[in-house]
């Protein structure tokens, strides 16, 4: 089963919307939690990442707000743009090993 | 800076065909791994390389074999193809785990059909 579960499935928003993507983990271990983000036909790039022990991070439009109560984090983009439509991928691991897991993905479309 | 680089970009096989994929990084990066790529199941780790000389299984290593050349090459083996295994597969690289930056850089991937 997956170690990491995402949703939604798919988004759709209009341009200068508030998209928010949701994941939840079950391993209590994890300690880094990135989000991915993957134009057609490209590989998979980092956005933004966040540890356990901070609660939210800022880089520029995107958002990471972290529940560890929950076990849960999310991916808030401000003002978002037709250019920031791609999949997202949230993911989990921890930092002693190389075993990241995936959440399935998020399909966001940001309509001009 | 070419990054990672993954060839071929796609192919098909018949089923019990073998081929090899091959990857490359001029990061000078420690670790390298191969991810397989399917719809609703977002990334899924086959193999990795945490450095020269040392390879063990991810989630998915069934099927699967990995070669770490040196520390630039890292290749995946299909021994005999089959249809489950038609996917799109990503090679990646790290510097180091349990640092401060555990950044995977992707290639662009292989789309592989098996049939």
């Known amino acids: 089963q997956q170690q990491v579960k995402q949703s939604p499935q798919s988004l759709i928003v209009q341009k200068g919307g508030i998209p928010i993507i949701n994941c939840a983990y079950e391993n209590t271990a994890f300690d880094y939690f990135p989000w991915y983000q993957q134009f057609p036909g490209k590989g998979p790039a980092l956005l933004i990442a966040?540890?356990?022990?901070?609660s939210e991070k800022k880089e520029g439009r995107f958002t990471i707000s972290f529940n560890k109560s929950a076990k849960q984090f999310s991916l808030h983009i401000m003002d978002s743009q037709p250019g920031d439509s791609a999949t997202y991928f949230c993911?989990?691991?921890?930092?002693?090993?190389?075993?990241?897991?995936f959440g399935a993905g998020t399909r966001l479309t940001v309509k001009p | 800076n070419a990054g990672v680089t993954q060839t071929p970009k796609f192919q098909v096989l018949k089923t019990g065909q073998s081929m090899t994929l091959q990857c490359a990084q001029d990061m000078n990066h420690n670790s390298m791994y191969w991810y397989r790529q399917d719809p609703g199941m977002g990334l899924r780790l086959i193999y990795y390389s945490a450095s020269e000389g040392t390879t063990d299984k991810g989630e998915v290593p069934n099927g699967y074999n990995v070669s770490r050349l040196n520390k630039r090459e890292f290749s995946l083996r299909l021994e005999s193809a089959a249809p489950s295994q038609t996917s799109v597969y990503f090679c990646?690289?790290?510097?180091?785990?349990?640092?401060?930056?555990?950044?995977?850089?992707f290639g662009s991937g292989t789309q592989l059909s098996v049939l």
């Open positions: 990646a690289s790290s510097e180091e785990p349990g640092q401060s930056s555990e950044k995977l850089f």
């Open positions: 966040i540890r356990p022990d901070v």
């Open positions: 993911a989990a691991s921890m930092g002693w090993n190389n075993d990241m897991r």
